[in-house]
């Protein structure tokens, strides 16, 4: 390796380097808390409604929605996640609130996911990232592992950047109960 060589290489190696943080951390405030939350229509699965092909905020209004975004369906820490909400459903259910995963994994994928799983609730595929990009929760080509409580008039009152799954649903929840109490 010549030396111009070498110093490209060093250049290019240091722009990664400085870039991609920079890129990583660009973005994760940029979901308003009070404002409205970014609207979505994506295809989906739900075993409850096995029918219905395509899901969208508006689905969901006059309820409170838990909408998570994680990386990958199967993988240690969505499925952790995942069973986490589906183990706290019913009390999710029981306070007029959904719950709502997003990822880039097909509806085929959610489909399995949900059944080796036993998920209540619907797993939206956003396959191209257009919307985790409206959430800043896009790091190509996985959704980031954010959360987004939304309140029934669809206004964005509470946000998690980079959770950790174990846990994470019991302190949405709590979060919710708390949330419920302020705008009763």
Not at 34 to 59: Q, T
Not at 95 to 117: L, M, Q, R
Not at 139 to 144: I, M, N, Q, R, T
Not at 153 to 164: A, D, E, S
Request: glycine share 6%.
């Amino acid at each position: 390796m010549n030396r111009s060589q070498f110093i490209k290489n060093i250049f290019i190696f240091f722009g990664i380097l400085l870039i991609k943080p920079f890129n990583l951390l660009a973005n994760v405030n940029s979901i308003n808390l009070e404002k409205k939350a970014p609207y979505f229509y994506l295809n989906g699965y739900n075993k409850n409604n096995p029918d219905k092909k395509y899901w969208s905020l508006e689905d969901f209004s006059g309820k409170w929605l838990v909408l998570y975004f994680y990386p990958k369906d199967f993988s240690s820490g969505c499925t952790l996640e995942a069973k986490g909400f589906q183990d706290n459903y019913n009390k999710y259910k029981k306070i007029n609130a959904s719950i709502v995963g997003i990822s880039s994994d097909s509806k085929e994928d959610h489909e399995s996911f949900c059944s080796s799983t036993k998920l209540d609730y619907t797993l939206l595929s956003d396959e191209n990232g257009e919307i985790s990009k409206e959430y800043d929760s896009w790091l190509d080509p996985y959704s980031k592992r954010n959360t987004f409580l939304i309140n029934p008039k669809g206004i964005v009152i509470f946000k998690w950047i980079g959770v950790k799954p174990i846990g994470h649903a019991q302190e949405v929840l709590e979060k919710l109960v708390e949330q419920q109490k302020l705008y009763a």
